[in-house]
């Protein structure tokens, strides 16, 4: 287990990254400095610079953590001995859920990607597109089996779902009249009758 400087035993990845995460919503990266983070986590710069490189690598981090548990569960989804209407809409649903899960993350990505190094930009698009390519394949097995119709191109259709989900963190609000699995639901009913032959 990775080393703690206090006694609540959490590792002090953990804690720089909540610290980071929590600073970068609040205030935006480019308005959070090392300092604040090391202060807000409780750790020294040193510590900081162990586990990350660089504040660039926080915010890499942040983003990528939640992208890990996403593309895991689309593998499991994908690869479930289910009917394809049955494992695309689990996916969509799915993502739709972690990206509430994790709001702050995905806002703070999104708001914040262009401070990404050239190298870690490409390195994220690469993750990206990889989970994209996996959801792309559900549709398109879907369309190729006469499941859904191709009437829209698969390129489309998922561009179409991520659209709505990258959006969430500008409007879902954990006090608003739906639940995260309700609004869920209601996106991936969509994306299913958007495909049906």
Same mark, same amino acid.
């Given at each position: 287990m990775a080393r703690t400087t206090d006694g609540d035993g959490t590792p002090v990845p953990q804690r720089l990254l909540a610290a980071a995460t929590r600073l970068f919503a /609040?205030? %935006?990266?480019?308005? +959070?400095?090392?300092? /604040?983070? !090391? /202060?807000?986590? %409780? !750790? +020294?710069? %040193?510590? &900081? =610079?162990? =586990?990350? %490189?660089?504040?660039?690598? &926080? &915010?890499?981090? !942040?983003?990528?953590r939640v992208l890990r548990v996403q593309q895991e569960r689309l593998d499991a989804y994908a690869d479930a001995d289910e009917p394809i209407e049955k494992r695309l809409r689990g996916a969509a649903a799915d993502v739709v859920v972690t990206t509430i899960e994790n709001l702050d993350d995905a806002m703070i990505f999104f708001r914040s990607m262009h401070h990404l190094s050239p190298e870690k930009n490409k390195q994220v698009r690469a993750e990206r597109r990889r989970y994209h390519e996996r959801f792309r394949a559900l549709v398109e097995e879907g369309q190729e089996t006469g499941v859904f119709s191709k009437a829209t191109p698969a390129d489309l259709v998922v561009d179409y779902h991520f659209g709505s989900v990258h959006h969430l963190s500008t409007w879902y609000r954990p006090d608003g009249p739906m639940t995260p699995q309700q609004v869920a639901d209601h996106l991936a009913d969509l994306l299913l009758r958007a495909l049906r032959p």
């Amino acid at each position: 287990m990775a080393r703690t400087t206090d006694g609540d035993g959490t590792p002090v990845p953990q804690r720089l990254l909540a610290a980071a995460t929590r600073l970068f919503a /609040e205030r %935006g990266y480019d308005r +959070t400095s090392v300092q /604040e983070i !090391v /202060e807000a986590a %409780g !750790v +020294t710069k %040193g510590a &900081l =610079y162990h =586990y990350f %490189g660089s504040k660039d690598d &926080l &915010l890499h981090e !942040v983003y990528a953590r939640v992208l890990r548990v996403q593309q895991e569960r689309l593998d499991a989804y994908a690869d479930a001995d289910e009917p394809i209407e049955k494992r695309l809409r689990g996916a969509a649903a799915d993502v739709v859920v972690t990206t509430i899960e994790n709001l702050d993350d995905a806002m703070i990505f999104f708001r914040s990607m262009h401070h990404l190094s050239p190298e870690k930009n490409k390195q994220v698009r690469a993750e990206r597109r990889r989970y994209h390519e996996r959801f792309r394949a559900l549709v398109e097995e879907g369309q190729e089996t006469g499941v859904f119709s191709k009437a829209t191109p698969a390129d489309l259709v998922v561009d179409y779902h991520f659209g709505s989900v990258h959006h969430l963190s500008t409007w879902y609000r954990p006090d608003g009249p739906m639940t995260p699995q309700q609004v869920a639901d209601h996106l991936a009913d969509l994306l299913l009758r958007a495909l049906r032959p």
